[in-house]
T-cell receptor
């Protein structure tokens, strides 16, 4: 079974620029999550999708972050404009259903904002 | 508001030692607790999942225990090996949300030959 694919692996941008991350979950996984992991901290949930609908985006900084999951498969997370404090690893995860436990994480995208 | 704390933040041990990683949480009304492993530059891999009705789970050299009443979990690693070097994170679900997780900051483990 293929894992959760994320791209790019690394990204360096200047503050105030925009950036987008892409995630392809495991085939058949209805639930998709984006987490932000700042260096030295545990991952923090940003947004959760169930198919192509948003279940929870209460911790997403909506003034600069946006995410979508078209057709209930791939997802993109965008930051515009980026700030220095957005430097982190952005992890995508998927599961069969939000009511069934079991996560598979991607390798993440490491963002550096300079 | 649920908070998860892990102690110690870092640990360096010689190969072969038995060691204990600690995780504490403030809200004892959890459905389960999960331990993950994170290798540098990689995502998280689930190691053990303990349901709220269970006291412990074992997988190979790993044993995780859960004491809901005291808000604590421990991960015991027997006969540590250099390949065990990684960051270990514990996570519990958000209140009312089975699959939305709150993570601790992790324990960074180094096992040297």
């Amino acid at each position: 079974e293929a894992g959760v694919a994320q791209s790019p692996r690394y990204k360096i941008i200047e503050k105030r620029q925009s950036v987008a991350f892409w995630c392809n979950p495991i085939s058949g996984h209805a639930t998709l999550y984006w987490y932000q992991q700042i260096l030295g901290q545990g991952p923090k949930l940003l947004i959760q999708f169930q198919n192509n609908g948003v279940v929870d985006d209460s911790q997403l900084p909506k003034d600069r972050f946006s995410a979508e999951r078209l057709k209930g498969v791939d997802s993109t997370l965008k930051i515009q404009p980026a700030k220095l404090e957005d430097s982190a690893v952005y992890l995508c995860a998927s599961s069969l259903s939000r009511d069934i436990y079991g996560y598979t994480f991607g390798s993440g995208t490491r963002l550096t904002v300079v | 508001k649920q908070e998860v704390t892990q102690i110690p933040a870092a640990l360096s041990v010689p190969e072969g030692e038995n060691l204990v990683l600690n995780c504490s949480f403030t809200d004892s009304a959890i459905y389960n607790l999960q331990w993950f492993r994170q290798d540098p530059g990689k995502g998280l891999t689930s190691l053990l999942l303990i349901q709220s009705s269970q006291r412990e789970q074992t997988s190979g050299r790993l044993n995780a225990s859960l004491d809901k009443s005291s808000g604590r979990s421990t991960l015991y690693i027997a006969a540590s090996q250099p390949g065990d070097s990684a960051t270990y994170l514990c996570a519990v679900p958000f209140s009312g949300g089975y699959n939305k997780l709150i993570f601790g900051a992790g324990t960074r483990l180094a096992v040297h030959p």
